[in-house]
């Protein structure tokens, strides 16, 4: 089992970069793929990024691509989302899953099996 913490979250303005952290402990990281997904207000939650066990592949939602990269250091047990040019759009709790699946990358919620506890993006205009 692993026990996730998400940090990084705010209060930015349009334009704005953030970098949301992951922290895991319990278990090594390395056993997971990682994942990354947000629920905005009244919407469910949706898939924002994954990284494989390794970091050798990742996968980023349209929304996200070519502003948001996920990475992940095994070694501190971390996961991060730099996320660049926001939108009010990106205005979300951003929430960090771990995957046992044997898939590469896991884009899908059911497939996650823990779960932090989400931290708030706001994006202002």
């Known amino acids: 089992q692993v026990q996730l913490v998400e940090s990084g979250g705010g209060l930015v303005q349009a334009g704005a970069s953030l970098r949301l952290s992951c922290a895991a402990s319990g278990r090594t990281l390395s056993s997971y793929v990682m994942g990354w997904f947000r629920q905005r207000p009244g919407k469910e939650r949706e898939f924002v990024a994954a990284?494989?066990?390794?970091?050798?592949?990742?996968n980023h939602a349209d929304s996200g691509k070519g502003r948001f990269t996920i990475s992940r250091d095994n070694v501190k047990n971390m996961v991060y989302l730099q996320m660049m040019s926001l939108k009010l759009e990106d205005t979300a709790v951003y929430y960090c899953?771990?995957?046992?699946?044997?898939?590469?990358?896991?884009?899908?919620?059911?497939?996650?099996?823990?779960w932090g506890q989400g931290t708030q993006v706001t994006v202002s205009s």
């Open positions: 899953a771990a995957s046992r699946s044997l898939r590469t990358v896991v884009t899908v919620v059911y497939e996650y099996d823990y």
């Open positions: 990284i494989s066990r390794s970091g050798g592949y990742t």
